[in-house]
């Protein structure tokens, strides 16, 4: 999961591609919101290899609070899927404490400990 925020226009996310990417090629970057099911593509992006992963620059004005799909296509015909991911919104700063399922989890506790156990 990539996490974006909504203090600048501007984001990039890398990722590690299923194919190797070449750098004459167009891409296309098609960002879909969960919530309302709506597609946005950012066509022609650039993008730069480094090591093993994928550095993708791109703009887009993100909603807070919410999950999007995107895939990273090569322009063509037919168009050709190269990487499908996810991303959350957020503008938390400390990343490493940030969890998207706070107050989601309920730990059920048995009580009465006698671990039975049904035989037939």
Request: glycine content about 4%; charged content about 20%.
């Amino acid at each position: 999961m990539h996490i974006v925020n909504t203090k600048s226009l501007s984001q990039t996310i890398y990722i590690a591609p299923r194919n190797t990417l070449s750098s004459g090629s167009e891409y296309i970057l098609r960002i879909t919101d969960e919530e309302t099911n709506t597609e946005s593509d950012t066509s022609s992006i650039e993008q730069s290899i480094t090591g093993n992963y994928v550095t993708i620059p791109f703009e887009f004005s993100f909603t807070l609070n919410r999950y999007y799909s995107f895939v990273v296509l090569i322009e063509g015909d037919p168009q050709e899927e190269v990487y499908k991911g996810k991303m959350f919104c957020t503008n938390a700063t400390e990343l490493e404490k940030f969890s998207v399922n706070t107050g989601e989890f309920s730990y059920y506790e048995d009580t009465d400990n006698d671990n039975q156990y049904i035989y037939r």
